[in-house]
């Protein structure tokens, strides 16, 4: 269960929501639970979950491990931090940042090789769906930005399903439309990477989870675990969506 903090929370925001939420999810065995805020409040982060299984992770990574990149910031300097997870190839990184499968694909290999655990991010725009053309979209991202990685590589990824029209609309896909983009997910790992490798991904659904609605996608066997945008900013909320 993992929280997107986006561009929210300061340092001192970020340590006033774990001495919320840290009790909330003490006894939240059932899946591992990552909260992924801003650059400049990964220490603060680290700081405050030390001791509990909550995991931190970075919302994006240079593909570099250092030069002449001004305004990235690197796996090493992640590490640093304490973080072990990282996003890559969120849709606003695809939008508004220019992010591509084949930068994708280079941000993640440079995760995997300062041992941070990938959430890469998947999804289709809204015209994309409204054309028929989900199952391609999806199929594209996968082929061009995972499905280069060695079998060894891929199997230390966490695939995560944004449709782009759920994500901070208040749309969520419904538990179906969600299940059988996971499929379409699933379907294309097998083709590149075998069977064993296409059951063991881990894939999370993101787009408006809240706690009202993360029972029934999490009623889908094909959902394995959510990627919370607005609602993992609550400390109450997230930990209720954890907690389901
Ligand atoms: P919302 O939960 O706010 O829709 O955001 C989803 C998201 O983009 C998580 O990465």
């Known amino acids: 269960m993992a929280g997107n903090w986006k561009m929210y929370k300061t340092p001192a925001e970020t340590t006033q929501f774990f001495e919320k939420f840290r009790p909330l999810v003490e006894r939240a065995t059932h899946c591992e639970v990552v909260i992924c805020p801003a ?51 969120h849709s606003e990184r695809r939008q508004y940042f220019g992010e591509t499968d084949k930068t994708v694909l ?33 199929a594209t991202q996968i082929q061009n930005g995972i499905a280069p990685l060695l079998p060894g590589q ?11 029209w759920a994500i901070g609309t208040g749309k969520t896909a419904t538990p179906e439309i969600a299940a059988d983009a996971h499929r379409t997910i699933r379907a ?31 009623a889908q066997p094909e959902i394995d675990g959510v990627l919370v945008g607005g609602a993992s900013l609550d400390p109450v909320s997230f930990a209720s969506i954890v907690n389901f």
Request: hydrophobic share 50%; net charge negative; proline share 3%.
């Open 188 to 218: 294309q790992v097998l083709a590149a990477f075998g069977e064993e490798a296409a059951a063991a991904v881990r894939i999370l659904y993101g787009g408006s989870v809240k706690p009202d609605n993360v029972k029934t996608l999490m």
């Open 106 to 138: 280079d941000r993640t290999k440079a995760a995997l090789s300062y041992a941070l655990t990938p959430i890469v991010c998947v999804g289709e725009r809204l015209e994309e769906r409204e054309a028929g053309k989900t199952a391609d979209v999806l």
């Open 154 to 164: 891929f199997a230390a990824i966490v695939i995560a399903y944004e449709p782009v």
């Open 39 to 89: 650059f400049t409040s990964l220490f603060a982060a680290a700081d405050a979950v030390k001791g509990s299984a909550i995991r931190i992770g970075a919302q994006n990574i240079a593909w570099a491990k250092e030069g002449a990149f001004t305004g990235e910031i690197s796996g090493p300097m992640i590490q640093s931090t304490g973080a072990t997870y990282t996003l890559v190839g």
